[in-house]
């Protein structure tokens, strides 16, 4: 079970997203009112607040947003999960259509660090549900298998 920590949206590509905290998610197209929103594979993008906690220790001075993510999520390693995961938080559904991306030209982020972890680090997803994402939000992996432990050898 994740924890949803910002929620983020630019008006322009190139640019930086900003937390708004609350946004409306509409059905195959994306975040209402981000520029990287269509009918594509890539509508919302995810990272692991984790991630992000672990590249701002080594002295990164980022926003939430910064990497063009949408959803910094707490609690997931989003790069582990496979293709065709869907996530569900309040009345969105998404399904992970993409891991990680090729960066064809360096962002400021790493030309400053000399590193990005949105490349290997970011997924994306296309919503299947629209509905709207607040910070705080709880967001769950639908049909996560949990295995029971196998049962003891009956004597």
């Given at each position: 079970m994740g924890k949803v920590i910002a929620v983020c949206v630019s008006e322009q590509k190139g640019t930086q997203k900003k937390n708004v905290g609350t946004a409306q998610f509409v059905e195959d197209w994306g975040i209402q009112g981000d520029a990287h929103a269509g009918k594509w594979h890539r509508q919302v993008s995810l990272l692991s607040h984790e991630q992000v906690e672990a590249f701002r220790a080594r002295g990164a001075v980022v926003d939430d947003g910064a990497f063009g993510e949408n959803l910094v999520v707490?609690?997931?390693?989003?790069?582990?999960?496979?293709?065709?995961?869907?996530?569900?938080?309040?009345?969105?559904?998404?399904?992970?259509?993409?891991?990680?991306?090729?960066?064809?030209?360096?962002?400021?982020?790493y030309k400053v660090m000399g590193d990005c972890i949105m490349p290997r680090e970011g997924v994306f997803t296309k919503v299947l549900h629209g509905g709207t994402i607040s910070v705080g939000d709880e967001l769950t992996v639908v049909g996560e298998q949990i295995c029971p432990p196998p049962k003891a050898a009956e004597a």
């Open positions: 707490e609690g997931y390693d989003f790069k582990a999960l496979p293709i065709g995961t869907k996530f569900k938080c309040n009345d969105v559904m998404l399904e992970l259509t993409q891991v990680g991306k090729q960066c064809h030209a360096h962002c400021e982020i």
